[in-house]
């Protein structure tokens, strides 16, 4: 185990980690851990509609500009460290070379957990790839004979953060994360994708439907914590505990 | 919440609750829990057949020798509030008085967390309505119009602890607890199970396997903690939580 | 097929239809039908919490002060027929007479459709068994030999619609339904829900939320209708259409 | 094990096993088996529209009738050994006392493989019911306490049967079983039932669409035995071989 | 929303469509749309089994005959708009420029309604291979980056057609389409498929079926529609509608 | 058919075949059976951490003592065709030219049954990959088109064999194999896994513990055969019987 406690999410496209675990970024960084955020593509042919809309643009201009409104999100939750990796999208493919770099990156970190998308997603095929490369990522990083000598991966949990829809993802929350604390960070960060303002709104709703969630599940009527803001994870291993 | 932190266990049968959780009842009676047993029946006529192999066996005697061995197990195990309810076996069924019966434990228990069955066995039906019977006990049990001025019932956990096949039952644990500190009281609380004796081993077995996915899942090849026995659990509702 | 279009909301307790599927009642009486709402139970011991921290409250007192509610919300739907069963709540339980006065509505009002809960509810065992008793309702109108002369009923579907946490319920959309023009209407009905404020903004957001579900699925960024306010169901039985 | 062997088919309603497992019978009739099929009701209110279609019918008519057919099918299937326990049908119920003589069946014949409905059925609640209740009345047959001094029931196999709209009913077949050599006497069993001549086809039909399957699964354009009428089943518990 | 409606069928091998959706491809040119057929491959090596037996075959031939039948039997349907891929089969695989072709075609066509196969079939993985691309393409086609200035794709419904042995595939039809006054250019089709003359009367069988259940669903024995064939879809999205 | 029974087993790393299936192995090689083992990979970078825990390990050594290992368990459980592909692993990846290769040996072999890995592991994507490969090599020997001339398979059966934390990986077993009379042999195999001796335990626990799944599945209490070790399987397709 690391002195420092680090995390690493794992993104398809640049904005993902905004609406999906923004608060859960912010939180950490906050409580201590160096959050490591990495951006496969920056979405530049199919989550940039606003953009493609104007004239005269072009596929590097509109990475660019995804580029500028992720890193300034990312500074909105007070994470540091975001990596590019400009693998293209619409669709998302890795080759081995590829699935090494972020091996690297895997092994760099040394996260205490990770994060990505739902196992299944018909309306984004990026997104579930996404987390089938993560998952085998994890695993290449755990093996002793993968560039032998390196430090190898221990078994950090693996969260799937909310799909758009979650239902038609077949995603089931297990977890719910109170992050009132740091709802005006995630709120900031929401606000710099000015690509996705039809978008705002609906996170804002939907974290607070998650804290009456996490208020119905840590007390209901008797009691509970008064959570305000909350995001929900489905957690693809199970927990080891020394008491319940 | 309650300055004692409690537990309450939901066992269909007298002896279920020594194979299934055992050690996590040991283990939550050291950390300062009181733990609470409610056996819904003995047993007494479908998991008793050694004792009816016996000449002049009565049904009476047969209650009287499981709740001998209930009791022993429950001493091992250091728990000291043990109830029987007596309802009936093979078919267990429990009328609304019944079902009243468990709300008053459970609001007088306020537990911290509940355990029951798997949701689904198709080998004994009686499992799956003793945790279809803790659902709606725990709900009832939570309403402000249920014996007013009682005190109501927050939201606690319903563990399902593992059953015997659990594939058969449609149970995937997503919980790992170490109980390697505990394992000597819970062997001894197995071995106060005389008429069970083919399934000691079994269920030796089964804690150290157990332990070996503990071991896989904090830490794997890398390191992680030396479980040596462990049992595993399904959470029915999701957790709520501060951090990760 | 009757000449007036019909439908049938079987409702556990007073107050679920009004969240859960106000906007289709609403919408669907504008639309010429002729909506009946069955409130098996007025929730009285589980879902009126607010009523039992209030002096001297008596059983009849909250029947009467929830089904006052339940009536206005009616109306402020535009719902003229209301039917209240008071077969008792938290457990939700209903003998054969009592299934038998639901199959003679079931016969009366013979509706082009019936909605009720999901399958599967571990927080409210009420919701599940009120969608138990439905299915089997619906099956016994359809019997020849049920009071044989009487008309029996076709073949409506059944549409569950939106628990409380979807995904804790196995519940998944497969139909949204676009309420906008109707959503003071169900707002208003929301309102009357004076013991229930704490989840006026959970489902003015749900609204919200499932309208961008409404809009990604019916055109996505290239068009489609839009939709501000929707609700989400689940089909039962499938559909039997002459043309896609 | 007994010398003769011998099969339990249990059937809600009187006319079920012949459209579901009525060549399974037969077959396993001319195998050397004695099959016992109990007919838990008539079907005489739910499954008899023709019958009440015509003036001065009462409900012992029906009964009278619907016993007739199924008797007159049992024996083109040459099945000598058929019960009816008339619980009533639409909805069935049977209390404690009832399942008790179902136990009784199952210990006096002691089937080496059981036969019911499928687990799920929303459709016709009766059916699901029907396998409920088998597999409880199974585990208690099996209770060393039930009935002392009886023999105890084995382990047998409790095959689903395939209902009607199969996938509506979570019903996957693992099993085909090929009944082309006594197609003749299920279908003269099919054709006793008078009331119900619009499925005559249908199961015919499905019965030859079986057969595809099974020439699909057991060799393909390879080869494979020439099935022409064939049976799917769905096995409730997993198998023990020696060999696979 | 185009003037003239289209739907676009995404067949694995080029006979998959006429058994599976022929009638809901003639039936939409009847009313007035625009069906195109894109066919992946012939299904040269893996479903030409006669041919192949012939002697002096070649894989070229082979493609020629499979090419004529499959125009031979969109004909019979009245679809005008037969495309052949030649990507391979047995396996299928498609590189990222044939994906593009796909996109094309898709953008070309802008379909109100897309069909290809389930998303599971451990009997042919061309099948599930297909459907992926299929969902792969249709989120590539809606993406405003890719190909900038042309016309992005809406949100079309995938419907998924029916598998052989529906059961084995995970596919569960949640929508029956009564394909009756289309029956005889379905039968002319099919007809053409001088290869696989030993499917005729299962595909009979199966649509003779369809309409039971189109009939049992949509009215049962109270009334509904004489439908005599009909075919199964399962919807991939959900369905936005203003009336239920 | 041929006249000798065959058997593949398809392994993806080189020991995996010992702990999944060795008793199913040593067992048909003893009835006659000629079993094939192919060994995807070696299992050299990503299940060696013991060998390259010491100083001086190549990729050259490792798979040099993996194909030691597992040549020794293989004549230990008496098989004798054992091959390598040596495809790579962590991750596994196998081309059209390598998919080839497996046919070839698939139809060379004309096994009886094939084995492989559960469908979902996310421990560990090398499993579930090469179960996917297996699905889609045996559907290309099933093709006419494929190398014509050539024997095409018929349809044998495709078990997948247990994985390490079985509920995680989505498997269920429906048949357990009595491997009492090979235990002897299948313990040897696995003790010539000298770089995993932390995993002998573990299986001969799971061995134990199967075989009580046997007994009970067989008979109970009541009787069943004294089966002392079992090895569960899942079968992928239904089985096609003659007599239940």
């Known amino acids: 185990m690391n002195e420092k406690k680090t995390a690493l999410i794992i993104s398809a496209h640049s904005a993902d980690f905004v609406w999906r675990c923004g608060g859960a970024i912010a939180l950490h960084q906050k409580l201590g851990y160096e959050v490591t955020i990495a951006c496969l593509s920056y979405g530049e042919r199919g989550e940039s509609a606003k953009l493609w809309k104007q004239e005269n643009m072009t596929l590097e201009k ?36 590829g699935k090494y770099q972020i091996v690297d990156l895997i092994r760099d970190t040394q996260p ?22 993560a998952i085998q990522c994890r695993m290449i990083a755990q093996a002793w004979g993968h560039n032998p ?43 710099c994708m000015q690509g996705q303002e039809h978008l705002w709104k609906f996170y804002e709703n939907l974290a607070e439907n998650r804290a009456n969630h996490f208020r119905r599940n840590s007390g209901g009527q008797a009691g509970g914590k008064n959570c305000r803001y909350a995001e929900g994870f489905q957690s693809l291993y199970p927990r080891c505990v020394e008491s319940l």
Chains 1, 2, 3, 4, 5, 6 share one sequence.
């Open 62 to 97: 509109v990475k660019t500009e995804r580029r500028k409104e992720a890193e300034a999100a990312a500074q909105a939750l007070n994470a540091h460290d975001i990596r590019f990796f400009d693998f293209g999208d619409y669709p998302l493919e890795i080759n081995t070379d």
């Open 149 to 191: 000598g390196e430090k190898v991966l221990s078994a950090p949990q693996l969260y799937l953060f909310e799909p758009h829809q979650s239902e038609q993802m077949d995603w089931k929350p297990d977890l719910f994360l109170d992050i009132s604390e740091v709802w005006d960070e995630k709120k900031a960060a929401i606000e």
């Open 112 to 133: 205490n957990f990770m994060m990505s998308h739902s196992k299944w997603d018909p309306y984004n095929t990026d997104h579930m790839y996404a987390t089938e490369v």
